[in-house]
């Protein structure tokens, strides 16, 4: 199977790089500079491809894909992981740089990659697109976070209404993953005191929460969500037992 994967070089989008791999899957992924895709490229073994691509270019996007299907055919899954955070203010605070930064990564990259992506799909008659939720999915409102908690309700939608448009394709879908609370830097890099407290208990190192999202994958399941409720309850048993 051919998998690609948007912001493979660090975090989750890396660590489904390397689940995919370990399970024996070809996998094209792409960074924002030769820098990222050299950061870990070492630690790789198997068939993979690694493009510079900035997903707020949808003709980057139709390249980096053109090149992935000459080297190893069709894509049959793609994920749209490539995705920022926000700086640590309120929306007053915010400058509009940061703004549209956060919504043109997040927002226009993966409606881009969606695009691209599903006319291949269709043409070849199959394939499955993953879009990343995350906190604001489920309308949870976090102070200081509100643009990307934005831009992840956002994906929701899109996600449930691409599915929508494509319903004729019967084999051509459009996926969610919500992987939960993941250290990265991502989560890492803005998160305070309060923020901290919360992750301990409910937060997940990434090996084994892309462990999980590959394994529901390859089952063909569209709908994907870690922590599961049983998941959560046990870390914080454990959190609770420790004191």
Known sequence: MHVFITGGTRGIGLGL?????????????????????????????????????????KSQIKKVIFLAK??????????????VDQAHQFIYELNEEEIKRVIDINVVGTMLGTSAI????????????YNFEGLGSNNMVIQKTIVYGSSKRLIRYFSKASNKEIKQYKSVHVGTIQPGMVFTD?????????????ARIL??????????IVSKILKGKRKISFPTYRKAIRNIFKKNKAH
């Open 17 to 57: 790089v390397k689940e995919f791999l370990k399970h024996g899957h070809r996998v094209s992924y792409t960074g924002t500079s030769e820098s990222s895709i050299n950061k870990h490229i070492n630690e790789l073994t198997g068939d993979f491809l690694a493009q510079i691509c900035d997903v707020r270019d």
């Open 70 to 83: 000459e080297e190893f055919g069709n894509i049959d899954i793609w994920i749209n992981n490539a995705g």
């Open 118 to 129: 599903l006319k291949e799909m269709i043409d070849q008659g199959y394939g499955t697109v």
């Open 186 to 198: 991502l989560l890492l890099n803005n998160m305070d005191e309060t923020g901290m407290k919360v």
């Open 203 to 212: 937060g997940n190192e990434v090996p084994e929460v892309t462990q999980y």
